[in-house]
């Protein structure tokens, strides 16, 4: 599961500074939150915590940093994009795929700068550019991995004049398959 995203979302309840339930998605993925939801989808947890890449990351909370690094979350923060390029981290973050590989995307449209995506609830500052969001888009579509897709966040209400919807279909038409060329295999 690749998770694109400005926050973890690794909280649990003995943690979360705020209580907010989607701040623990990917802890609940991974086992640790209640019964009645780390079992939603039936026995045992859905993920291991080696099954998820994160990208995008530049909000976490101090308890659910400590976790993150306790359960050895591979994330993919801004300045590590900032220091190594987005074409490098997506070919680290896609690494390891094979034959077998069901590749869920996670897309919380607050992974991209709010200069570009203002429409979400809880902007954070530092994001992805549009043309990094791009590339991370085509990396993944180019493995031809992709089986499903999650898009989260997006607020019409606190959108400016509909670009951050726009945007996002931009970006879901790329993670797709659209390109701009015929691309060789
Ligand atoms: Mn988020």
Not at 15 to 27: E, F, Q
Not at 48 to 70: N, T
Request: with cysteine; aromatic share 4%.
């Amino acid at each position: 599961m690749l998770w694109l995203d400005a926050h973890a979302d690794f909280n649990t309840a003995a943690l979360t500074p705020s209580g907010n339930i989607h701040g623990m998605p990917v802890a609940i993925l991974c086992g640790h939150g209640p019964a009645e939801l780390v079992e939603l989808g039936g026995p045992g947890p859905a993920l291991s915590a080696a099954d998820v890449r994160q990208i995008g990351i530049r909000s976490v909370d101090p308890g659910e940093k400590r976790f993150v690094h306790e359960q050895g979350l591979e994330v993919f923060d801004m300045r590590y994009i900032d220091e190594m390029g987005m074409r490098h981290t997506m070919e680290q973050a896609l690494a390891g795929m094979d034959d077998n590989t069901h590749l869920h995307v996670s897309f919380d449209v607050d992974f991209l700068d709010p200069e570009i995506a203002p429409g979400v609830g809880t902007t954070v500052p530092g994001g992805p550019t549009y043309r990094e969001a791009q590339l991370c888009m085509e990396m993944i579509a180019d493995t031809g991995r992709l089986a499903s897709l999650d898009v989260m966040e997006l607020n019409p209400a606190l959108d400016v004049r509909n670009r951050t919807a726009l945007l996002a279909v931009d970006l879901i038409e790329s993670l797709f398959g659209k390109s701009t060329l015929m691309r060789q295999g």
